[in-house]
Nanobody, 128 residues
Framework: QVQLLESGGGSLQTGGSLRLSCTASSSIASSTWMGWFRQAPGKEREGVAAIVASTGTTRYADSVKGRFTISRDNAKNTVYLQMNSLKPEDAAMYYC?????????????????????WGQGTQVTVSS
């Protein structure tokens, strides 16, 4: 069983930057997708960014393209989300997720249905 622990959330003003980190309790295969999701009160969980280390392929939600960058350090079992130019609409609980191998369900890298392991979340608050 893989456990994911997020950190780096906080409160800041519009235009600020944060870097979220997610560390896995055991190594995750480089062919496994890892992603960041977020959920604001009253809204559905949405995929923000995802990465697979084996190819370096990344995917981003349109709402964060050009502002957020996902990266992964396999040696540290850690995935990062660098968030720049934050907006009030970015405020949410951010969750880290990891696919599993062998994969059971695949609905795309930004679908929460594709992920098996989930962290507890880290809160990001953005004030205008």
């Amino acid at each position: 069983q893989v456990q994911l622990l997020e950190s780096g959330g906080g409160s800041l003003q519009t235009g600020g930057s944060l870097r979220l980190s997610c560390t896995a309790s055991s190594s995750i295969a480089s062919s496994t997708w890892m992603g960041w999701f977020r959920q604001a009160p009253g809204k559905e969980r949405e995929g923000v960014a995802a990465i697979v280390a084996s190819t370096g392929t990344t995917r981003y939600a349109d709402s964060v393209k050009g502002r957020f960058t996902i990266s992964r350090d396999n040696a540290k079992n850690t995935v990062y989300l660098q968030m720049n130019s934050l907006k009030p609409e970015d405020a949410a609980m951010y969750y880290c997720a990891a696919d599993r191998s062998p994969r059971m369900i695949w609905a795309g890298p930004l679908s929460d249905k594709s992920y098996y392991y989930w962290g507890q979340g880290t809160q990001v608050t953005v004030s205008s």
